[in-house]
Nanobody, 125 residues
Framework: QVQLVESGGGLVQAGGSLRLGCAAS????????MGWFRQALGKEREFVAA????????SYADSVKGRFTISRDNAKNTVYLQMTSLKPEDTDVYYC??????????????????WGQGTQVTVSS
């Protein structure tokens, strides 16, 4: 088992920045690809960003490319999502996720086995 706990959500004005963190505990964090997803009430979970197990490869949704940066610190068992130039449409609950054993970063929620409880991000206009 891997337990994931997100932090860093909150309320910010449009154009502002937030950094989300996801602390992992339990089984080995190193080597597992990690992802960030978001979901609004009544909508499907949407891919935001992912990072490979080594941290050498990242991928982003087109809607956040150039504004968000995913990174990981394997020594701290933590993955981050730096969000800049935030827009009202970025308002969602953001979830951290880990793949079961694969180091390959993918975009499909079904590829991720472990999920955090989510953190609310609200961007006001």
């Amino acid at each position: 088992q891997v337990q994931l706990v997100e932090s860093g959500g909150g309320l910010v004005q449009a154009g502002g920045s937030l950094r989300l963190g996801c602390a992992a505990s339990g089984r080995t964090f190193r080597g597992k690809a990690m992802g960030w997803f978001r979901q609004a009430l009544g909508k499907e979970r949407e891919f935001v960003a992912a990072i490979s197990g080594s941290g050498s490869s990242t991928s982003y949704a087109d809607s956040v490319k150039g504004r968000f940066t995913i990174s990981r610190d394997n020594a701290k068992n933590t993955v981050y999502l730096q969000m800049t130039s935030l827009k009202p449409e970025d308002t969602d609950v953001y979830y951290c996720a880990a793949r079961g054993g694969s180091p390959i970063a993918t975009m499909a929620p079904r590829d991720y086995v472990y999920w955090g409880q989510g953190t609310q991000v609200t961007v006001s206009s």
